[in-house]
């Protein structure tokens, strides 16, 4: 068994959850991901020669092929925000590094290595004769090594038009600062532990392993300094997932070339461009063993709370919230049209009628439930049934990966279009981990008794004329409503609940059901009967709570108002 442990010096982690720039949409990874661990071990490896480097590369290249990692870490359930500081910019000068050659980059780092050979060649010479010899070579390659500085970062004499347009460059930079953010992340616990189960290596790779980690001081941003050593055990309260099982968490871990791709990359992006962290994603459960810091369990309905697949739309899309069915049909077109037979997306069996199975979601994420609200949509997201497989999650990933990929291979976020009905074109792009609150899973998820609908849900019957002016027949009407949705609660699972209905909208930025187009807009189909309501559960449960015949297209959706 291999255990390394990681403190937390500083008792904070500074990194940004995925591959975004650090603009005001980001915000903090956490847990560390084994990749990032695994990142800074190349670095330091590289950072200056040593006698245990071959042994310490050997190291590497068994953990990058090991099965991922169990993790020891505080602070996993996803719903919560402590501990997660708010993002904000803040202005900075830009690196300076730019402003020189490449070519006078490339001799500073050429001589600064030549230097660190020869002063580790003398740290080792146990040869009299041969120290003065050396003494003399680190003289001579210290005096190399400011010749290429001064040569890079001294202004001649009788300056260039080049040099002077450097300098000019230089001030714009140092006037002009650009914004950046520093998401971070506060513990509860500032030691996070690695564990590999099955990995066991010999006296001379821990010794180097043990070398190594000593040279790691910071994981993620610069400003967060940590501690890593060997240690003899941990406590996971983090599992890989296998195959079939559900997932709480995606990490990014290395892969089976991790080492090789880091080395490649360093001379392109030489720690000063913006690079994309190699990786594979790796699914993770919170561990189920006494003492993990584990979430309360809470009543929930047919889908699942965790991993979503949020798409936001772009800033000023204008999308109103009664056109939430058509965001979601598109969408939907859009994945069957390149999966058209994964009964999974599609929702349809193989002959072509509705699946018994339970199947993706597709959720519109509305502007609701504040002073402010307007009712626009925010985006959209890909949610799974509670039960839903991990091949099946994965299919899903992996469809909007190649969609993305056809779109733009080279960027992180590319935009992605979908298709109204009329050819009103809605543009999206891909978020990981949503900053707007409208965005968030634990917005529409965060265990509540009281809940009310963002947008009506399409009753399975038909209760009757609840218009009618004969009180007897709209009051009969109602109470049969009052059914169908209490019902509706109870075959997903969900507790005793009390149910009311209206017509007007209940939360802020939501629109009357009139305003919604009819349901479904097919014409050889009868239309549902739709209506808001408020539902009073006898207990706390978890969202997120999709009820009603157009559950999967973005009607029926609730959203918790007292947490």
Known sequence: MLVIEVQLLTGRYVAIADNRKATSDATAEWPPHPARLFSAMV????????????????????????????????????????????????????????????????????????????????????????????????????????????????????????????????????????????????????????????????????????????????????????????????????????????????????????????????????????????????????????????PPKYPQGHFDHRNWIVLAAEQGSGLNLTRCVDAAKALHRTLVSREPNVEFISGKAADRQATARSHLAIMPLPDVGHDFADGHLLGIALVAPLDAALADRQTVRELLARWEMEVDAQSPNPRLRLLLAGGLEWWTYREEAPTREGLKANTWCAPARRWMSATPVALDRNPGNLRSRDRHTSVAAVEEARRIISAACERQGLPGVRVEISFAPLLPGSAPVTAFDPFPREENRIKRVRVHAELLFDEPVRGPILLGAGRFFGLGLFRPVEK
């Open 43 to 294: 670095a330091a490896l590289h950072d200056r020669p040593a006698p245990w480097m071959a042994d310490a590369r050997t190291m590497l290249e068994l953990l990058q092929r090991a099965d991922a990692p169990e993790i020891e870490a505080s602070n996993l359930d996803s719903d919560s925000g402590v501990g997660r500081r708010s993002v904000c910019e803040v202005f900075v000068p830009i690196n300076d590094v730019g402003l020189y050659a490449e070519r006078d980059l490339a001799r500073i780092r050429e001589t600064s290595l030549a230097v660190e050979r020869v002063v580790a060649e003398l740290d080792h010479c146990n040869e009299a004769k041969q120290r003065p010899k050396l003494e003399k070579a680190i003289e001579k390659a210290r005096k190399t090594y400011l010749s290429a500085v001064n040569k890079a970062v001294l202004m001649p004499d009788k300056p260039s038009a080049k040099d002077k347009k450097a300098v000019a460059l230089l001030l714009d930079r140092r006037l002009n600062p650009k914004p950046r953010t520093f998401p971070c992340f506060f513990p509860d616990l500032d030691t996070v532990r690695f564990q590999w189960p099955r990995l066991s290596l010999e006296p001379p790779l821990l010794h180097a392993l043990a070398a190594l980690l000593d040279r790691v001081t910071r994981l993620g941003h610069s400003s967060t300094l940590v501690r890593c050593a060997l240690a003899t055990a941990a406590k996971p309260t983090l599992i890989p997932v296998t195959t079939g099982e559900n997932s709480d968490h995606i990490l990014r871990v290395m892969g089976q070339n991790q080492l090789t791709l880091l080395e490649e990359q360093y001379p392109i992006h030489t720690a000063t461009r913006q690079r994309v962290l190699p990786s594979r994603p790796q699914h993770y459960r919170v561990a189920s063993e006494p003492g993990a810091t584990n």
